[in-house]
């Protein structure tokens, strides 16, 4: 039997979902993956992520907070939206919030600030922050500096930067996400030699779903769509690139995200059995 994995970055309140959001779960724990949290990127979505993590919640947690595409839209009632959700037993990370160079969706100074005030609020409430950064990393590291030893963790989800940034965020004692952007032979093969460098403590994995389908599937659907049922793909990239085995980096991974996140052994985060903040 294959060992459990967790998949830390699900973002099922798309709608690319909406149709068939149950056999995507039972795909999911068929393929061996148990444990998902599905991001939230907006108030709107976070409420919606937490609600769906309730309705899954023998597999899944949630988090909450605003993305920087979305920082230009935030206004001060969206903190104290955030601040509510932070209390909900599902919810076991702060974000997704970051900075986001490339597509600039928001003005950069914008971005900050907003990045600044959640990661603020994740100090406060107890939670980890789940963390986006796209050609960002000297802003987003000084930025994270600032509250690294006020922060339980901090993960860069879906890193794809180059080894300068990389060793930045452990230098920092930062958490690194890996997505199937590590099965893409076109943008992806920079990541593979950086692999090994990453501690397994430190080292999560996740699909993005419905984003990033791994392209080294032996057969991708027509729909290109991502689902946490091709998580092994990473997976088996990781391993390959590591010298370890399968075997070994889904249980590697699976501690890591579990001590990350908190999580406990029942579908609870632990800081709520355990009173824990
Ligand atoms: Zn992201």
Redesign the pocket.
Known sequence: MKPKLVDIGVNLTDEQFSKDRDQVMERAIDAGVNTMILTGTSVNESQQALELAQQYSDYCYSTAGI?PHYAKNTTDSCYEDLKLLFQAPKVVAAG?MGLDFNRDFSPRPTQETVFQKQLQLAVESGLPAFC?ERDAADRFTAIAREFRDYLGGLVV??FTADKKALYQYLDLDLHIGITGWVCDERRGTHLHPLLKDIPANRLMIET?APWLLPRSMDKRPKNRRNEPAYLSWVVKTIAEQTGKTYEQVARETSETARNFFNLGPDGQSRRHWEGVR
């Open positions: 993305h997704e986006h989800h879906c993005d």
